[in-house]
RNA sequence: GCCGUUGUAGCUCAGCUGGUAGAGCGGCGCACUCGUAAUGCGCAGGUCAAGGGUUCGAGUCCCUUCAACGGCUCCA
């Protein structure tokens, strides 16, 4: 997440919201200073959906951070409406180095602040700016603040029925894990009573359909403490969804001229060191195991397998550009804290390929990779994400980045070129790429709201030559390709987890894990189901007949809740003249239906990946 | 990894200030044979996350570990 993700100058409306929670921060941090009067005060921002602020408060006897409890929020939140209610104005003024050193003298977080003020390149809230900014302060009753506003009039326009403190979280000043952790309050603010209820109703809604409760609840995956944290056990719906994902990706890739190839999910330390991953990797790679002398380690990238597979045998220029896909089993030790239902694991299947090619063929090869996100987005519907252009940091090279600036503005570039070219729109992100080379990710939330990347388009141009790729031009000259690695359709843990809560969990009907139910109305008609749903299978729809002894409203419900696209009743009615009583997930029905015409709809909704019932 | 919170049956949860485990759903059995979101009755499930401690006595208190959750850091 970005520092300050909220432009101050949107509409009126969104600067007097700003506002207010800008001044609930200020607000909030006279509250706990007077409660806590020992307290270090540290950044406290306006975020989406409201604001925080991060505090000291020291070590206790036992030297751990001391932190607030639930019961303290509910105590400072009852301080600031006191304060609210004083009315209290807003006092603006400018201040120099020397005035706010002295104004600050007991506050060492403020003073780092000041003295990165007076140097200018760094605003107040740490992050970098163009100019040296003015110093200035705001202050409300006893509180005085380094910053540099806007705020309300006075406190008395804050809404007191419209802000409420959220939660308490760690964080470190600065966000430097090097850094001391100081203690973050989250508060959310609105305008007004109803816009806080409304946000409060949403995240319950939101919590709905969170992957990790919907995936349990249809059985797609689940974790088990035996098998450990980050290892998800796919149950048989994650399974035929990974099945229909991977022919997705077979279908597209085969058509798109890429060649499927496979690799080990172990290999020698040897391939690791060559690629470059161990010194940089390494923190996030399984330790190795050594057998005979020899290190092996499990794979958390599939990339050197393919550039050996490129290595194969001498290439001619006629073969590019070649297109190694596969949709390979990776390994990454996240640490513990990082991880997160589907989103974030420690086993993933990617969508993986690489595209060897040369710079002539670059351009073209690369905006075929956005060509086919949008391709994949437009089969599921995904409106809502960002493509970000990640680029690299001058201080990152040689420790994040390869040390090789030249090559890195030349690629950063021709990425830039591309998209513009193409007209894809995008945000450019300094300090985000990979390694090797500059990145397309494509950025999306999860229903909490959680940023994440889903899929990624890289161009390497590190690799190629630590591998000795090669290829022989119509010349009869030697040149090192470029290569671009991509995946689309990201990994399938990261992709059915946001699947899961893109749909809410109700698939389009050629993802669905189960097609159709046949619902016998008694089970004088479960001869005739079974009939139906064997018929449908044959024809390859993944079907099932509900013979239980529920009654049909139970059943049914079963289905709704299950989210089976669609239920087929049959009765006395249905069986006399081979119909079917079609019921759809949404509950709209289409009764008397002729189970053959059924099943030409329904088989050409699966081949057509559809996204309509 | 760091800070905080939580951890009772497959799932969702109840169990007051310590006195020795309970509900609904789900599962299984029996009965019911029913037209578009829950038929009724019965039965079986728990070493209260694991380990240690305090106590006459711990699901309830303390410590350690593990895991999940909210964040930070990091990332597909």
Known sequence: MRKIKMAANQSPEQDQLYKIRHSAAHVMAQAVLE??????????????????????????????????????????????????????????????????????????????????????????????????????????????????????????????????????????????????????????????????????????????????????????????????????????????????????????????????????HLTKEDLFLRSGHLPYYADSMYPPMELEGVKYYVKPMNCPFHHKIYAAKPRSYRELPLRLAEYGTCYRYEKSGELFGLMRVRSMQMNDAHIYCTEEQFEQEFMAVIDLYRLYFEIFNVEKFVMRLSTHHRKGLGKKYIDNERLWLKTEDMVRRAMDNGGVPYVEVPDEAAFYGPKID?????????????????????????????????????????????????????????????????????????????????????DYATRLALELEAAGVRAGADLSAERMNAKIRDAQLMKVPYMLVVGDQEMADNTVALRKRDGSRVNGMHFGAFMEFVTQQIADRSSVL
Request: aromatic content about 10%; overall charge negative.
């Open 35 to 264: 409660l806590y009067p020992e307290a270090k005060i540290a950044i406290g921002p306006p975020i989406d959906t409201g604001f925080y602020y991060d505090f000291d408060l020291g070590r206790d006897e036992n030297d751990k951070l001391r932190s607030f409890s639930p019961e303290d929020l509910e105590q400072i939140e009852k301080r600031m409406r006191q304060i609210i209610a004083g009315k209290h104005a807003f006092n603006y003024r400018q201040v120099s180095g020397e005035e706010a050193r002295q104004l600050f003298a007991g506050q060492p977080y403020k003073l780092e602040l000041i003295g990165g003020l007076e140097q200018g390149g760094i605003d107040e809230y740490g992050n970098e700016t163009a100019e040296k900014p003015v110093i200035s302060t705001y202050r409300q009753d006893t509180f005085e603040d380094l910053c540099r506003g806007p705020h309300v009039e006075h406190t008395g326009q804050i809404p007191p029925d419209a802000f409420k403190l959220m939660s308490v979280a760690g964080a470190y000043w600065r966000g430097d894990e090097n850094n001391p952790m100081l203690q973050r309050i989250y508060g959310t603010a609105w305008r007004n009573k109803k816009e806080l209820n409304e946000h409060l109703a949403m995240l319950e809604e939101a919590k709905k359909r969170d992957h990790r409760k919907l995936g349990r609840e249809l059985e797609i995956f689940i974790f088990d403490e035996e098998v450990g944290p980050g290892l998800p056990l796919w149950l048989p719906n994650g399974g035929v969804m990974i099945a229909e994902l991977e022919k997705l990706a077979a279908d597209t890739e085969r058509k798109a001229g890429y060649q499927r190839v496979r690799s080990p």
């Open 442 to 526: 494509v950025q999306i939330w999860s229903a909490i709201g959680r940023e994440f990347t889903l899929a990624t388009n890289q161009v390497d141009f590190a690799q190629p030559s630590r591998f000795d790729l090669r290829y022989t031009t119509s010349e009869g000259k030697e040149e090192t390709p470029l290569c671009i690695h991509r995946a689309p359709l990201s990994t399938h843990e990261r992709m059915i987890g946001f699947l899961i809560e893109h749909y809410a969990g109700a698939f389009p009907v050629w993802l669905a894990p189960q097609q159709a139910r046949v619902i016998p109305i008694t089970s004088e008609h479960n």
